[in-house]
């Protein structure tokens, strides 16, 4: 059914310009640039998702100054090298109906990215990230920083973009003006807020007066750094009520945390409840004075984003992430079509990649960025073949769905009563319930597909059935491998994957003490430790390596250090298990061989490198091995070939 009557397709009038309808992308850093220039995919993932009918677009971070260039991957506002990029960038965005707003950035002491040769900032204190200690700017340099700013809008207006963004959020520099916490300057831009705010109020009005003509000057900044002594909500509304007064803001965008550990609010995860932040927003709102406020965080549903706008938490709707994961969300959204938009699941891997320095991935959308992304759907194939998938997890399914659309016949063979494999089973551990809807987003292509589903199949009884294929694909995936230690079967051992299985049954195990043996170091064996914290009164992670959750991007781990020590749980680093005698476990240094016995364990859980569930399937005709049962990797890597494979078959 379409919803052109909602309120989320409402235009919207900002600085003096119509935007179509009420959803925004805030700006995401995706890392395509190259030597600081503007790639295609730079280009695309802008113009695709305006394609794809986002209203208010905002491009990522662009640096202002030569030494606001981090790495090579960010685009350079003030370089003249990108004027005709960016200029095609501003004509097609518009083209395509959206509005194009320029972040505009100076990472100031903040250095994500080590090591950094040009930290600047507003006072002498260390990054709370990575602990660099900046060159503290005089009132002057700091003073020519905000001419760069003003230069870099003023030219960004001349190539036709609707407007910029102060990026003032997330503890860069103009936060850290902003903020009590890091701003302990003397000088005409330290002390009251008259003065934390003057630099921020003197570019404003500079590109306000450099323009003539309708041109969007939003901020975003924090409502809540999530600090003591820093920017709290009642600081933040005073901040936005005397910017509202200068009457040079035409919106704000509110994104929280800092480079301390409140970063995790930044990009809320999964573990967040859906829409965490809107009520701060409302508040901020109520500060505005009627300039627009852009509601953002962990939104992800058209029927969040229509309550955001319909009961005032915001005039905009930042959607970053879900945008990310489909960019004809709007569009989509609009037609009624919800069960067509690949749904976000806020796992956060593609901020994982971008903070890696990598460019930016999206784990089930493999078109991201490309040209025709918004629009893209499978091609039909000019043979059409009988194909068999023997496994229903996410890599099976993917390659079901795409093959299926492009008129194959498919028939998937699983062992379970239900589709979804391994994934529905990390579904079932605490807070990662999100991760249904990947699933239940393929098997709604899969359905509208024509693809036929065949449960309860064990693989051996399969061979001369699969005979009858002109091809065969095994998606088998992988089972965790039991560890090597001595052990005399006192204790109930577990897999991670038995112990969700357990849940699910509600057959948990109870008792006094857990050992989980983290060789793993992925998101779901935290939620797996935050589980045996619910039923076992102490519960010890052990784990090889000298620190834990490596394989989990720097924000979400953020929360899972956060649960870990919140339940009590005790970590020991650097050390293996092993063995196990009479509940009595022995936990060895890897480094020192130095051993030490937890007493009166009743439960052993290992969450360990998986093993390839099948490794022979013998059947003439062509066979295809995907995913995990290829070789067990990540579940992005798992779709991707899936997808990559439905295409070519
Ligand atoms: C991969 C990635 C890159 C981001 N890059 C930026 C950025 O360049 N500038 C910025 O202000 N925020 C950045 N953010 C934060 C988003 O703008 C947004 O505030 C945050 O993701 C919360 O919104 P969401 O839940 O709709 O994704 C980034 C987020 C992600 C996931
Ligand atoms: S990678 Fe994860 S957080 Fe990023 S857009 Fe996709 S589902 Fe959302």
Known sequence: MDQPHAHLFKPLNVGGIEVRNRIALPAVLTNFARDSRVTDRWHNFLVERAKG????LVTEIIA???LALAHSAIVAGFDERNDDALAKTARDVKAAGGTLVAQL???????????SHSPMGVSDQPDAYSWTV???????ELKRLGDAYVNVALRLARLGFDGIELHGAHGYLLTQLLSPWSNTRADEYGGPIENRTRLIRDIAAAIRHGVDRPFIVGLKMPADEGVSGGINPEEAASITRRLAETTHFDYFAYGQGNFSISLENHVPDMHFQAGHFIDLHRQMRAASGGIPVMALGRIGTFELAERVVAEGFGDLVGMGRAQVSDAAFANKAERGELAAIRPCVFNNFCWGEVHAGKPIVEFHNPHLAT??????SPARATIHKRLAVVGA???GLEVAWVAAARGHHVDVFHSGDVPGGKLRLEAALPGHEEMTKVIDHQLVQARSTGVNFKAGQKVEDLGPLLENYDEVVVATGSEQRQPEYLNDGSVSTYSMHELARARERKELPRGECAILFDHDHTAPTYAGASLLASTHQRVVLVTPRTQVASFVNYCSALGIHRRLHQADIEIITASTVASIERGAATIQNVFSGKERVIDNCDTFVFSTPRRVETQFLEVSGRVHRIGDAMSPRN?????HEGHALGNQL
């Open 53 to 56: 009918g986002c209203g208010l």
């Open 64 to 66: 202002v100054d030569p």
């Open 105 to 115: 950035w100076h990472p100031g002491r903040q250095q994500l990215w080590q090591p």
């Open 134 to 140: 900046p060159h503290v700017m005089s009132t002057a």
């Open 371 to 376: 040209q025709g992304e918004a629009a893209w």
């Open 393 to 395: 997890g996410p890599a």
């Open 635 to 639: 579940l992005m890597i798992a779709i």
